[in-house]
């Protein structure tokens, strides 16, 4: 298969030579037409040996995916693109490998949280180039050491990404692609800057971004249905009660709190219409969902009294829950009697 001629933005560096740091690497990269994306994930969820702090990488035509997990749960997916790099909703990841299966390429991989995090924030967060010189490999750290750079610095030569984690301009720790375990660093950055047989020097870029320690818990597709199923069903519950009145006034105040609650862009939207990708927390889903359902409800109270209790343990029965787990009714000043 041929590969991508797709360049990282603002390099020569080619997306499909990207590789990244991992403690054991589980699936070698592979065509994606050999992987059941779905049947991995499920595995990684479920069974012991796949519960693993880790990440998927998958390399499409135009793109490379990165999928992150936390003991095996997908919690949050990123982008490197010729455009840039960007945060991407997990459904959208998904649905670009399903898209690529003949072209893309996966490797899956058990890496540090740590590492995870500095990954997700090197797509998420503000990056400062530096440039850098193949026969100078010290004069990039000697400048990060004179400014007193605190942070992480990435260094990518001929694709191979490596992470220095900096303080006060002092080298503090790393994850490094390609390190042998009794490398020392400094021998390990020589080998990056090292030239090729031919003569010819690495590709190189090297950047700059603030430290992160973890990735932030994106809301899963399947939790974002379950809330805009629970909106319908609020819906649906209060126009019993309260006909022509709940579904109307439902809307009014779904359009009056968008600018506050981005969420309800993903859960408020009509059911036969395709739902709305969006990168929200679990915490967002909550707060969207409580704060509308409060306002509406206090709407409907006025017209039927009382109506508020009875209309969320009709709606909220089946996922009480999981609700209860996430604070929803505390949010909330009825009690639900079950």
Not at 94 to 115: I, V
């Amino acid at each position: 298969m041929r590969q991508s001629a797709a360049l990282l933005a603002d390099s020569s560096v080619r997306l499909a030579d990207l590789q990244f740091p991992w403690s054991r690497e589980h699936i070698h990269r592979t065509r994606l037409a050999y992987i059941h994306v779905d049947n991995l994930l499920h595995f990684a969820k479920i069974d012991r040996d796949g519960r693993i702090d880790g990440y998927i990488a998958a390399w499409l035509p135009d793109e490379l995916a990165l999928l992150f997990l936390r003991r095996g749960e997908l919690i949050s997916a990123a982008a490197f693109t010729e455009a840039g790099r960007e945060v991407l909703p997990i459904a959208v990841a998904l649905d670009r490998m399903q898209g690529e299966l003949e072209r893309g390429e996966l490797c899956y991989c058990e890496a540090p949280m740590e590492q995870l995090g500095w990954m997700y924030e090197s797509c998420a967060g503000a990056l400062r180039g530096y440039p850098v010189r193949p026969d100078d490999p010290g004069g990039l750290f000697t400048a990060l050491q004179q400014e007193q750079f605190t942070g992480v610095l990435e260094l990518i030569s001929d694709g191979r990404v490596s992470y220095f984690q900096f303080g006060d301009g002092q080298y503090r720790s790393g994850y490094f692609t390609g390190r042998t375990s009794d490398e020392p660093v400094p021998a390990f950055v020589e080998a990056q800057f090292r030239a090729h047989a031919d003569g010819t020097g690495p590709v190189l870029t090297a950047r700059t971004f603030a430290l992160r320690e973890e990735v932030p818990e994106q809301a899963s597709p399947a939790l974002v249905e379950t809330y805009r199923d629970l909106f319908w069903r609020i819906v649906e519950a209060g126009e019993r009660q309260a006909p022509d009145e709940a579904r109307r006034r439902a809307q009014k105040v779904r359009d009056a709190l968008q600018g506050t609650h981005v969420a309800l862009d993903a859960i408020g939207i009509a059911r036969d219409r395709k739902s709305v990708p969006l990168v929200v927390s679990p915490e967002q889903l909550t707060s969207a969902l409580s704060g509308w359902a409060l306002q509406l409800l206090e709407q409907l109270e006025v017209i039927v009294p009382g109506i508020a209790p009875e209309v969320l343990r009709d709606a909220t029965r089946e996922h009480r829950f999981v609700l209860q787990k996430a604070g929803f009714y505390a949010r909330l000043p009825w009690t639900v009697g079950w």
